[in-house]
């Protein structure tokens, strides 16, 4: 029903900066929120940033001044640009919408993950 084409992880060095993206498709009718969430290994899944239908933003603590996330609501597309990222960034990075379709209550859909990796 609901289909993510995440793209943009890989290998950075500290300091540098990278562009992730994330695009939805299917059949609803509404996408509420969109949002980053990383997992690093052994620890819990958290929240990066979050991008409201209204365009407000939330973020994670340590993600503020350096993480922008923004989207592209007329195609259902959201992205998060990291600057000066740094070891602790290595994680895994999910992209999740909060979605209406048809008949169904909105839920929280998630992409398949994409690996990024800040080393030098």
């Known amino acids: 029903q609901v289909q993510f084409v995440e793209s943009g992880g890989g290998l950075v060095q500290p300091g540098g900066s990278l562009r992730l993206s994330c695009a939805a498709s299917?059949?609803?009718?509404?996408?509420?929120?969109m949002s980053w969430y990383r997992q690093a290994p052994g620890k819990q899944r958290e929240l990066v940033a979050r991008?409201?239908?209204?365009?407000?933003?939330v973020y994670g603590d340590s993600m503020k001044g350096r993480f922008t996330i923004s989207g592209d609501n007329g195609k259902n597309t959201v992205f998060l640009q990291m600057d000066n990222v740094q070891p602790e960034d290595t994680a895994v990075y999910f992209c999740?919408?909060?979605?209406?379709?048809?008949?169904?209550?909105?839920?929280?859909?998630w992409g398949q993950g994409t690996q990024v990796t800040v080393s030098s």
């Open positions: 991008m409201s239908y209204d365009g407000r933003t």
């Open positions: 299917g059949s609803f009718s509404e996408v509420y929120t």
């Open positions: 999740s919408m909060l979605i209406k379709i048809p008949g169904i209550v909105a839920n929280d859909y």
